[in-house]
């Protein structure tokens, strides 16, 4: 199964946008999901997890009480919505997941997820 993140664009200071993250077999297969970017110049950082099976979400402290991470188990999705956007969001922001559940996961430990997608990226216009 592969993942593939879609939504990314330019966004002003102060406004909004939503990522979304198709993932096969998310029901069946996939136990924390995570939104994790990489701003230019830096390494990967972690943004935020949700637990499939109940949607329990975990935010890593910069996004908290700004963005939201969701599911849909219908759809096969995973979403990120993206409020309050500041220039420092900029980026490419990953989805990754994986099968097997791990506290390490749900609080941001990149080495926990197996499967990634491509990355989409995330600009603030003037």
């Known amino acids: 199964a592969q993942l593939v993140e879609s939504g990314g664009g330019s966004v002003r200071p102060g406004g909004s946008l939503k990522l979304s993250c198709l993932a096969p077999g998310l029901r069946d297969a996939m136990r924390v999901m995570a939104w994790v970017r990489q701003r230019p110049g830096k390494e990967r950082e972690w943004v935020a997890s949700?637990?499939?099976?109940?949607?329990?979400?975990y935010y890593a402290d910069p996004v908290k009480r700004r963005f939201i991470v969701s599911r849909d188990l219908a759809e096969n999705s995973v979403f990120l919505q993206m409020n309050d956007f500041l220039p420092a969001d900029s980026g490419v922001y990953y989805c990754?997941?994986?099968?097997?559940?791990?506290?390490?996961?749900?609080?941001?430990?990149?080495?926990?997820?197996?499967?990634w997608g491509q990355g989409t990226r995330v600009s603030v216009s003037s």
């Open positions: 990754a997941g994986t099968r097997f559940f791990t506290h390490e996961a749900l609080l941001g430990d990149a080495r926990q997820f197996g499967l």
């Open positions: 949700i637990k499939v099976d109940d949607g329990s979400t």
